[in-house]
């Protein structure tokens, strides 16, 4: 079975930060391949000053070149728009690949809100990116109170794939300050100079939405 991670997000835009710690979890967790899963819409941030979808995802695959990383936007092809659907149809879809979610500590704080959160860690390991000024509140997290007996020692992370779940694994990397938020600060209009993306999505195996 192929190792793939699991990076979901509004890439609104993608950065480096990104990418920096997409091919560090790549590397401490042995991955063949790594999505980003391109959100079509992310129920807990306002649409206020989202871009569309196509500029989201072209500067994802600007970003993600020459590298294992492969942006997507197959979630607006399935139709899902929560993440516990989201990781259920991907595991049915794809049984010939084991998937790792990824995140960041600061979605762990609120991992709690997200919808069906217990049946994410009951479908796929889960990976927390350790970040700066977040990991007191992470693991204080209503969601920490029930995942704490299902946390593996980070020497582990390599044998991700043999894990029975739940499990969840923190891992620490060099952070980078890049920031979507600084990005739009000084380019609001960022994504009006990004050419289209990708006619055909790699994942979903068809047209990408344009809206």
């Known amino acids: 079975m192929t190792p793939t991670g ?5 890439f609104n835009p993608a950065h480096a930060g990104h990418r920096h710690i997409s091919l560090a979890a790549m590397r401490a967790l042995q991955l063949d391949e790594l999505w980003w899963l391109v959100s079509p819409g992310n ?14 995802l072209a500067s994802a695959e600007a970003m993600a070149r020459g590298t294992r990383i492969v942006p ?34 600061d979605n762990l704080a609120q991992f709690h809100r997200w919808r069906d959160w217990r ?21 204080c997290a209503p969601a920490l109170g029930w995942l704490r007996r299902f946390v593996r020692p980070a020497s582990q992370r390599g044998c991700w794939t ?30 009006r100079s990004l050419p289209p993306p990708a006619r055909r999505d790699r994942i979903a195996r068809r047209a990408v939405p344009m809206r």
Request: aromatic share 8%; hydrophobic share 50%; proline share 11%.
């Open 162 to 191: 043999t894990w029975s779940l739940p499990a969840l694994v923190v891992l620490r990397f060099r952070p980078d300050p890049s920031s979507a938020t600084e990005v739009r600060a000084h380019r609001p209009d960022w994504f």
């Open 119 to 139: 049946v994410i860690a009951q479908t796929v390991p889960i990976a927390v990116i350790a970040r700066p000024g977040y990991m007191r509140d992470a693991l």
């Open 6 to 10: 699991l990076l979901g997000g509004s």
């Open 72 to 105: 997507t936007a197959i979630e607006a092809a399935m139709g899902t728009r929560y993440t516990a659907d989201t990781v259920r149809r991907l595991v049915r879809r794809f049984p010939d690949r084991r998937f790792v979610w990824i995140m960041g500590a």
């Open 43 to 56: 129920p807990l941030k306002p649409a206020a000053g989202m871009a569309p979808l196509p500029a989201r």
